[in-house]
């Protein structure tokens, strides 16, 4: 019997197997048929690793597949906006990795057309889905920890200081530490507290990165590789964010170092990627101290994936596909949608005007 969801991946390399693959395979109800990728030996190598799949070097192919329901877009950041239009168009519901698009106006105009299309639509927002962040935000949205007041997060990588692809250009990155990892803070930081309401923000690059692994000359970076912004929310709550790839000493296997922590009237909690089963928490005064995160909260409510299976900070991402065929069987929206990709990258766009003219922006996020 064929299975409920479909899948077809546009963009076979890193986050597609790290992710959406392990993902796909494990839940009965989806199933991974078509792939697209330009680079026909890693469609090849694709093949063997993840099963005879019908394989596409251009995506409209994938897009138009009446064998396909619903596409991961796991493309450079400037292919997003084409190839999530084109997969509207053709009526597949549809999952992008983020940042959604180059800018806000890229990424609003990705939501109206899946809104219109009538199609599920949803943000790989990754560390949503982590065990102790979901647990933090059932007590913070729950109220258990007062009023927020303080919001922070630190997330930091020790990355060779090599080339990064089309990473480190402007043109196809659109920016660098900023929308490749703060924007996943700032839009965690939406999700526990709501939206931001103005922010002064800034970046820095310390690395040329005009060299590739392996010793030869390429162009140079033209993006940040460290990201900051302080800001307030609309409920009056405020937060600091910083995010680095250079941060020497956090490598921690690969992993890095991540720490997100809201501080309320009444306790405090945070989250950390390196131990994500487990929070840091506080209540009515007492001391911060490690507890482990309640079984409810270990994965996605009714996900088959077992908890106890595979490395903590891995295995809560490949929730994310259980999210999207969840929504689609269940006729509801996905969690997080486009709008949510959007909203985030209007703070991550105001963090670079903010920079560019040295001043307090405050948030413009219409979609339309
Ligand atoms: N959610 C997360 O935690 C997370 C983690 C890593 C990456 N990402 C995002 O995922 C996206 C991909 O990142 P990656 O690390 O997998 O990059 P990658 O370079 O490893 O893979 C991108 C793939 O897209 C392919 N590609 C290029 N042009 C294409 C086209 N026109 N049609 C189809 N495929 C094309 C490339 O050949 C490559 O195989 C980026 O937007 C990145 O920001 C998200």
Redesign the pocket.
């Known amino acids: 019997m064929p299975s409920a969801v479909r899948y077809g991946i ?7 197997d790290f ?1 959406h693959v392990p993902g796909i395979l494990l839940d009965p109800r989806s199933s991974l048929t078509a792939i ?4 026909q030996a ?1 469609l090849d190598q694709r093949q063997s690793e993840w099963g005879p799949l019908k394989a596409f070097t251009d ?1 409209r192919q994938l897009a138009a597949d009446p064998d396909v329901d619903a596409v991961i877009i ?4 400037f ?2 906006r084409e190839q999530a239009l084109e997969c509207a168009r053709h009526g597949k519901h549809v999952m992008c ?2 940042p959604l698009g180059l800018n806000f106006q890229e990424s609003a105009e990705m939501y109206r057309a899946a809104r219109d299309a009538g199609v599920r639509h949803m943000t ?1 927002f ?1 560390y949503r889905f982590a065990p102790s962040m979901r647990y933090v935000r059932h007590l913070v949205k729950t109220g258990l920890l007062g009023t927020p007041r303080h919001f922070r997060s630190q997330r930091f990588l020790d990355l060779p200081e090599t080339s990064w ?2 990473r480190q250009n402007k043109q196809s990155a659109g920016a660098g530490d900023l929308f ?1 990892m703060t924007i996943h803070r700032i839009d965690f930081a939406q999700d526990l507290l709501g939206p931001i309401r103005t922010i002064c923000g800034a970046v820095a690059q310390f690395a040329p990165r005009d060299r590739t692994a392996d010793g030869l000359p390429c162009p140079p970076s033209e993006v940040d590789d460290w990201s900051s912004l302080i800001g307030f929310f609309e409920s009056g709550a405020v937060g600091v964010w910083e995010g680095s790839t250079l941060m020497k000493g956090h490598n921690n296997g690969g992993v890095g170092y991540e720490w997100a922590e809201v501080n309320c009237s009444e306790g405090s909690a945070a989250y950390q990627l390196t131990d994500p089963n487990n929070i840091i928490l506080s209540r009515n005064g007492r001391d911060l101290e490690k507890l482990p995160v309640p079984s409810e909260f270990l994965k996605a409510p009714g996900s088959p994936r077992d908890p106890s299976h595979g490395k903590p900070s891995t295995v809560f991402r490949y929730d994310l596909v259980y999210e999207l065929t969840s929504a689609i069987i269940e006729e509801r929206d996905a969690v997080p949608g486009f709008h949510d990709g959007a909203l985030a990258q209007a703070v991550a766009d105001s963090v670079l005007i903010s920079f560019d003219q040295r001043r307090w922006v405050d948030i413009q996020a219409d979609l339309g």
């Open positions: 546009i963009g076979a390399g890193a986050v597609a992710h697209c990728d330009p680079n890693l995506y796991a493309t450079p950041n292919l997003h990795e983020k790989a990754t692809g089309w490749d």
